[in-house]
């Protein structure tokens, strides 16, 4: 007879359960630590030796952060590295000497390496370091077995380079009159909000397999994201976000006042860029992002109310899945639409104790002639009299015997506070 397997989750007062891996990780670490590797991908010993030596050789070129790689190739039994100083790129996409050819022509080739991978061809190596006018760095491995699998070394490389993305999203977790508590109350919360958002992985790593999160403090809150890219990965780090917002209003209700944190969320898919920070003089192997998604989630939260759930305005286009040639574009609530097909990933999940039985994901609106609800956009202005558009979300969660859980507010709650200025969102403009 087969024996159940010991459980590999622990459980915490409020009910929730933690893996083994996940304990002891402070709140300022990404969860899920570094780039998440599927069994079946997993390097062999020998690799992994290879993989350490070509790391050791890429902080000697990175000096202390002086210098940035831009692109590897293969070169018999070792790599050849293109290294220019980190303000180079920077430099050649600000549009410094415009009109000349061979300045545009630089600037193109710079975008497209920071844009895409950094394995290229050899042929390719050569011309970018003729155009760019520097010379690529030879690493012998000293090996005469194969190079490591190229996504393992391309892992290796981006932590001494840059990378944007046009089509992640991300997600801001704020917590509600943070800067009013003292400072061991403010600890308790960043903690409560950081194992919210664990627990929330964990359930979600066990239930598919794109998935795979990092997230940064704000100091009052959290930035997370997938790193995995596609619509299947932006609408999984969607079902994260109301797992996590689940966690926390279980969590509250059966805690004294204080201990959770109130939260107001927003989501947003847009561009930015994704680097490494050094610590002990070495890249971290957790990522940091910054770009325009984050300077809208932050524009968006200023105007967040307690309890709220807001997303922003997009219209992007992004593959199907990661690394597939197929792409669509999709616009908020095209997005959110979307979202509904893949709600039997959190149903039967436990929460709580209770069985979910169903789940509802909807932007709010207002009613229409015929009795359906329509979606309302919001116009906000910023502190800086910008504006952002922005939608106002609603999860509910119901479960087999438990009170059902409300995650956001009613578009009859803003309209009391006087939240925006609503507007008809505009047409979709497909194909």
């Not at 199907?320 to 039967?348: H, P, W």
């Amino acid at each position: 007879m087969n024996r159940p397997r010991k459980s590999t989750l622990r459980r915490r007062n409020d009910g929730a359960k933690v893996s083994r891996r996940q304990r002891g990780r402070g709140p300022g670490a990404p969860a899920g630590g570094g780039t998440t590797v599927r069994s079946k991908d997993r390097i062999s010993a020998t690799d992994a030796k290879i993989l350490a030596r070509l790391d050791d050789a890429l902080h000697g070129l990175w000096r202390y952060g002086r210098n940035m790689v831009l692109a590897w190739c293969e070169a018999d039994s070792a790599i050849s590295i293109l290294v220019v100083p980190n303000y180079l790129p920077a430099e050649m996409l600000s549009g410094g000497n415009a009109g000349e050819p061979a300045a545009t022509e630089r600037g193109r080739a710079v975008q497209e390496l920071i844009d895409g991978r950094k394995q290229i061809a050899p042929r390719r190596m050569r011309a970018l370091a003729s155009l760019l006018g520097v010379t690529p760095h030879r690493i012998s491995l000293n090996t005469a077995f194969r190079l490591p699998r190229p996504w393992a070394v391309e892992e290796i490389v981006r932590r001494y380079s840059v990378s944007r993305f046009d089509d992640r999203a991300a997600v801001l977790f704020d917590i509600v009159g943070f800067s009013l508590g003292d400072p061991l109350a403010q600890l308790t919360q960043l903690n409560s909000l950081a194992y919210s958002i664990i627990v929330a992985h964990e359930r979600l790593r066990q239930r598919v397999a794109n998935i795979d999160i990092a997230r940064t403090t704000t100091g009052d809150g959290y930035y997370v994201w997938n790193r995995q890219s596609g619509v299947e990965a932006n609408i999984n780090l969607y079902h994260l976000m109301h797992l996590v917002l689940a966690d926390n209003a279980i969590a509250r209700a059966k805690s004294r006042p204080g201990i959770v944190p109130m939260l107001k969320t927003a989501y947003h898919i847009g561009s930015h860029y994704e680097f490494f920070q050094d610590e002990a003089l070495r890249p971290t192997r957790y990522s940091y992002i910054v770009g325009d998604v984050t300077i809208q989630l932050a524009r968006l939260m200023d105007r967040a109310l307690p309890g709220q759930v807001m997303a922003g305005e997009f219209n992007v286009t992004m593959p199907v899945a990661e690394n597939s040639e197929t792409r669509v574009r999709m616009d908020t609530a095209t997005f959110i639409d979307r979202l509904q097909k893949s709600l039997g990933v959190v149903q039967g999940m436990v929460l709580s104790g209770e069985r979910v039985t169903s789940i509802k994901c909807y932007l709010t609106g207002t009613r229409e002639r015929d009795g359906r609800y329509g979606v309302t956009r919001y116009q906000l202005a910023d502190k800086h009299g910008l504006k952002h558009a922005a939608y106002n979300a609603k999860i509910n969660i119901f479960r087999e015997s438990g009170s059902p859980i409300f995650l956001g507010l009613q578009q009859s709650e803003l309209g009391a506070q006087g939240w925006g200025r609503e507007e008809r969102p505009p047409p979709f403009p497909h194909g």
